[in-house]
């Protein structure tokens, strides 16, 4: 893993594993204080994008290409993932991405994550909640304080 700016220009001049990069991403994260479940959102993710290049002969930051990244989206439909799960991965490639061109100013290489559109997703409207169902609600409302500040939020 690179631990200067000198080490992390070596690695990429030399194409680094992808496995080492990711590994410097999630020190990144890390270091940036961010919430233990956005750390295990991006390890998860993005072990299913390894486990995609491994099965591809993708070894490098550099062999990721924008097709590659189609049939990793492709891929993770195959293997049964829901709509929102490979959108899910594909915003943590695309953060992955974004942070490598970054740290790693590669020259001569295009980041292919900007030719790669984020999967639609269908927004089903929620099904309305039934006036008996909120008529139960308001009914476990007290007359203090709470019980009113409650009333108020269900009426909302």
């Known amino acids: 893993m690179p631990q200067t700016q000198n080490?992390?220009?070596t690695i990429t001049k030399t194409g680094?594993?992808?496995?080492?990069?990711?590994?410097?991403?999630?020190?990144d994260r890390k270091?940036?204080?961010?919430?233990?479940?956005?750390?295990?959102?991006y390890t998860k993710k993005l072990a299913l994008f390894?486990?995609?290049?491994?099965?591809?002969?993708i070894s490098t930051v550099e062999h990721i290409t924008p097709d590659s990244i189609r049939r990793y989206l492709f891929w993770l439909e195959e293997t049964r993932h829901n709509p929102g799960g490979i959108h899910d991965c594909y915003r943590a490639l695309k953060t992955f991405?974004?942070?490598?061109?970054?740290?790693a100013e590669p020259e001569n290489w295009r980041n292919p994550i900007r030719r790669v559109r984020a999967p639609r997703l269908a927004l089903e409207p929620l099904a309305p909640v039934l006036l008996e169902a909120v008529s139960r609600l308001l009914s476990t409302c007290e007359a203090d304080?709470?019980?009113?500040?409650?009333?108020?939020?269900?009426?909302?």
């Open 7 to 9: 080490d992390q220009w």
């Open 16 to 27: 680094a594993h992808l496995e080492s990069w990711l590994e410097a991403f999630l020190v």
């Open 31 to 41: 270091a940036q204080n961010l919430a233990a479940g956005t750390l295990y959102f």
């Open 50 to 57: 390894i486990q995609f290049c491994q099965g591809q002969a």
């Open 97 to 103: 991405l974004l942070w490598y061109e970054d740290e």
């Open 145 to 156: 304080f709470h019980g009113l500040r409650d009333r108020a939020i269900i009426l909302t």
